[in-house]
């Protein structure tokens, strides 16, 4: 086991890494019951997760190159752990975005970046392709796996057990991280303060932006804030918009600043020239994809499950269980195919089978579940996902030489957690939406319901119609006063727009991800051929990491 204890160490770590918002998510009506809030608050938990690691993760690549990357690796698990035990402990949501959202966010953008270099550090030749199949498999197992750990803790004990656990393994990854080979970082490196600034307030604008867009609507407003005693929307327009137009404004800044950088001999925080690499061009944009649909699907599927159809965590993760078997299985199969197959075949073939996937459970996804549609449906999902996972870290690397895997490292995951704070924050808007202008639309047309409570339901729910149950909506409407038929009715219209609503945004994903496919073509089209003088080196040479 010696010369693969490292990437036993790194795998542990990743997998840690992205177990949290899988186990989050299928908990998610338990955790918003026991914080006292609702989904909209668990979405908004989620999405800053992610948005914190896409912020701060090229920050977290950089300060590796600075400290060295296992003493980045170190720091980061301590304060990965130290937000866990927050989270586990938190009272309400406003602590558990504080140690889940940002504290455990921000020791994940020392750690993730870190993993990646170490990997390309502590292997070459053949074993490298193997090490990064590995992580890129144990990244989608733990996607997988989540729902179904978060789903058993959760049912039979509580979620906060899970992050107590993250915690004690953290601990004990960072008891035995001594092992691990590393090259000296760089004193003298100096990271500028500005490109830090610039690329957090673009990013984070951008994403609140989306995030709010189910409130305040896209362009026209619906709900704006008010400021002052007025509803703040100049000249007519949704906040959302401005918000979006400054994010892009602010990022172009932080593209001109990194070329300026770049071209004076100073060093940026992401350097602009690596993104003219075909390769790792076509390879990060296609992590972004991957990761905005499976992050989508993360969101709506639990909530069909638990909210309409009235699941516990464990029935949820149960029923997610297909994808995990079909990643699992195809991650294998694509790092064997990686030897006679080119990554843009096998690129290619996985992203057509994940959106094949989505499209079967969009197909499975019914007033009543159709429960066999849904579970082949998943399990495609996972294939692709799988065959994906196993090429993507390798390409991303190999583009690159050895002194810039820690700066490709904080790209691949500012990528990944872009497309997942994305699809949680898109797909959760476009959901409410369409929630919103059905069930509005719906009970409007309806002439069966007195006319006001007709007007009474629509003045409410076009301000943005709550994530709930259909006999909550029910007891919500008799509270307020609705006649026990009148709110049997209205209650039923919800729960009928509600499906249509996540139909609707599934086929969203299922378009996307077809689109994703165009990325592909600049995925390495030949197979790779291992160096034999290489190859020979690696297979007689000491074990690495001893």
Known sequence: MGKWFVLILLSVSQFIMVLDSTVMNVSISTVAHDLGTDISGMQAAITFYALTMAAFMLTGGKLGDRWGRSLAFRIGSVVYGIGSLTTALSPNLTVLMLGWSL????????????????????????????????LGAVTGG?????PLIGGLVTTYSSWRYVFVAEAVVMTLVLIVSGRIKDV?????LRIDLLSVV???????????????????GWIVPLDPPVVGGQPFAPFGISPVAYLILLSIVVLWLFVKRQQRLERTGRVPLLKISLLRIGALRSGLTMFMAQYFAIAALFFVVPVYLQTILGFDALQTGLKILPLSIGLILFSILGSRLSTVRSAQNIGRIGQLTLGFGVLIVFLAVQPDLVG??????????GAGFGLLASQLGNVNMSAVGQSDTSEVGGLQGTFQNLGSSFGTAVVGSVFILLLTSGF????????????????????????????VSQQQAEDLLTDAGADAASAQQVAQLYADTQVEALRQSLFFVFALTLLGLMLSAGLPSKIPVPDPVEADAVAEGPPPGD
């Open 142 to 146: 733990a996607a997988a796996a989540g």
């Open 198 to 216: 610039l690329s957090a307030l673009g990013l984070g604008l951008g994403v609140y932006g989306i995030l709010q867009s189910k409130t305040w």
């Open 184 to 188: 000296p970082g760089d004193r003298t």
């Open 440 to 467: 509005t639309t719906a009970v409007q047309e309806s002439t069966s319901i007195p006319a006001d409570v007709r007007d009474q339901v629509v003045a409410t729910a076009s301000k943005g119609a709550p994530i």
């Open 372 to 381: 066999w549609a849904f579970a082949v449906g998943m399990f495609v999902v």
């Open 103 to 134: 504290v455990e966010g921000l020791g994940a953008v020392l750690v993730i970046p870190a993993i990646a270099a170490l990997a390309a550090i502590n292997y070459t030749g053949r074993q490298r392709v193997v090490a990064f199949a590995v």
